[in-house]
């Protein structure tokens, strides 16, 4: 399946709930789900921080690390979607590929900010 002008993209399957994945590492979500469950609580740490006044230089310091996590949780999908995604729509050519191209386009000026 490729990327079309509708905003389907190739290896997912659309539903009532939207469009999901079908080209996902098991091994990948479960380290994916841990990163975010450990980010979740370092947002927490930050929430408390915050409450209790600590010192800005130590929350902008935990502020940072967060930011790094979710990076590389950004990586791996990124990856995976290049993996999967992108290369299964530019090897079914033309109007796939070209929306694939724009699609990678548009997530690298995104992320890149």
């Known amino acids: 399946m490729g990327v079309t002008k509708d905003g389907r ?9 939207g469009r ?4 996902v590492d098991p091994d990948i979500k479960v380290r994916n789900l ?13 929430q408390k921080m915050v409450e209790e006044e600590r010192y800005c230089a130590d929350i902008l310091t935990q ?3 967060v930011q790094e996590a979710l990076r590389s949780v950004g ?5 995976n979607h290049l993996k999967h995604c992108a290369s299964s729509a530019i090897r079914a050519g ?3 590929a070209d929306a694939m191209y724009d699609e990678l386009v548009e997530l690298m000026y995104r992320h890149a900010r």
């Open 9 to 17: 993209g190739c290896g997912c399957e659309v539903d009532a709930g």
């Open 34 to 46: 841990n990163r975010l469950k450990r980010i979740e609580g370092q947002v927490r740490g930050l």
């Open 94 to 96: 033309d109007e796939a």
């Open 63 to 65: 502020v940072s690390s």
């Open 20 to 23: 999901k994945a079908v080209g």
């Open 75 to 79: 990586r791996e999908l990124l990856r």
